[in-house]
């Protein structure tokens, strides 16, 4: 499926999502302005339902009038919305502001940052604010195989902490690396 194709299906996977949730009964009518062919297309694939005959005759008896096609999205139609709304945009991050600077990681260094981020809820010193949704919305460079960030100097101390944890537990390399690629490293509290 082309990016164009691919774009228009997400399109209507939201409209559906968006119609669906302001319906009192759940489902998206023909008469909900989203076009049946691509309706049509997402249920063959199984990203929406199509209602059976029965529950057609209901919706109808509600409405007062003939429901030729209704519509609903699936488990799945529901989780591609949401993994393609957690995704970048194409081309990478962009620079957010001023305050915040690009730091590149190799591979190594970024599998102990998603380690980190990932226990972030039972970690007894707090992670900086956003470090999650920067670590997931990453972009490895394909030339220097790099993961590429923009983080704020709160994020880039709470990376230096998770490399220090993962040092304590093992492996310096990684935290040592930071260290001199950044000039940023955690050490201890005494």
Do not use: C
């Not at 998770?162 to 950044?182: I, P, T, V, Y």
Request: glycine letters at 10%.
């Amino acid at each position: 499926m082309g990016v164009v194709k691919q774009a228009a299906a997400l399109e209507l996977l939201g409209v559906v999502e968006e119609r669906q949730e302001t319906a009192e009964h759940g489902w998206v009518l023909d008469v909900d302005g989203v076009p049946r062919e691509g309706v049509l297309k997402a249920a063959a694939s199984g990203l929406v339902e199509l209602a059976e005959r029965d529950e057609r005759a209901e919706l109808s008896a509600r409405v007062g009038r003939p429901v030729r096609w209704t519509a609903r999205l699936t488990g799945q139609g529901r989780d591609l919305l949401l993994y393609a709304r957690s995704q970048p945009a194409a081309g990478g991050p962009a620079a957010p502001g001023p305050e915040y600077r690009l730091v590149e990681l190799m591979p190594s260094q970024m599998d102990v940052l998603r380690v980190v981020t990932g226990l972030a809820d039972r970690l007894q010193v707090s992670l900086a604010p956003g470090l999650d949704v920067r670590v997931r919305v990453a972009a490895q460079d394909r030339v220097s195989g790099r993961w590429r960030l923009y983080l704020t100097e709160e994020q880039m101390a709470s990376v230096a902490y998770g490399l220090w944890l993962h040092k304590m537990a093992g492996s310096a390399a990684e935290a040592n690396r930071f260290s001199r690629d950044q000039g940023i490293a955690h050490t201890s509290a005494t």
